[in-house]
């Protein structure tokens, strides 16, 4: 089993339209919001989001496993060679604040690594997508005129050309721990002059994948539907996202699915 064109135009195609879902509701201003059992906010555009993707994603009879999806059993998932992971919208804490800074993520995995990535910018309409041996790519996508045959034809490759080599990092927005500004420090200690910039949601793994930041250490927490696109967009990209404790790659449809610290580079 390998990605297929297929698989990556229905990704795409299921971010984007769940993104036109999410804007509707992101410029009504009636989110309705209510928060989980794990204290996280729920909207009712993270339902609706769900909703469209699920009715894209089913198509490929390859199980999915999303944030705002029942709690499947590792018993179950184990034994999943492939599966979908999405987050209808990472960053639900930037949508409410209404600044843009949230995504859609939707990957496919196969044996633990992800194969497809596709994270989409709804308020700014960035599309970045990658497949194994394809490569990783962005686009500025308009929703109202798209085709999938353009958006394949004009994206560029990444990472792109960048003007400033100033060493850069980029961190959360919403959970920059003592950790991260420790570790920002020791990069001041080797670098000298280091930029930090933060970001919500799976913007900063799209930041080290187009070149725009040379690291995002994240030393608090993360479950795998906030990392596994953008991990395959930044490996199929030529960067790396290792897992802190065991050095290696990060591994998904884990026992466990709160990841650990990781460093993105």
Partial sequence: MTASPHHLITAITAALQAGKAILEI??????????????????????????????????????VLSE?????????????????????????????KRNGE??????????QKPIIG????????????????????KINVDLNSYDIDTIFDKSQKLPLQREDKTFTVVASRSHMSPETREYVQEMRDIY????????????????????????????APTMEWDTAAGQAICE??????????????????????????FLVT
């Fill in 68 to 96: 705002e999806g029942r709690d499947i059993p590792y018993q179950e998932r184990k034994a999943w060679k492939q599966l979908w992971i999405v987050d209808p919208i990472d960053g639900t804490k930037e949508f409410i």
């Fill in 192 to 219: 000298g002059e280091v930029k930090l910039i933060s970001k919500g949601s799976s913007l900063k793994l799209c930041m080290v994948a187009e070149g725009t930041a040379n690291c995002y250490p994240r030393f």
């Fill in 102 to 111: 949230f995504t859609v993520n939707i990957a496919l995995i196969e044996n």
């Fill in 26 to 63: 992101y410029h009504s201003g009636d989110f309705d919001t209510e928060i989980k059992g794990d204290n996280s906010p729920l909207t009712r555009a993270d339902t609706a989001s769900h909703n469209v993707i699920m009715s894209y994603l089913e198509s490929t009879d390859i199980p």
């Fill in 118 to 137: 596709v994270i989409f910018v709804p308020v700014t309409g960035e599309l970045y997508f990658s497949a194994k041996k394809m490569g990783a790519f």
């Fill in 236 to 261: 199929h990209a030529g960067f790396e996202v290792i897992d802190w404790d065991t050095k290696k790659n990060m591994l998904y449809n884990r026992k466990e699915l709160l990841n650990k610290w």
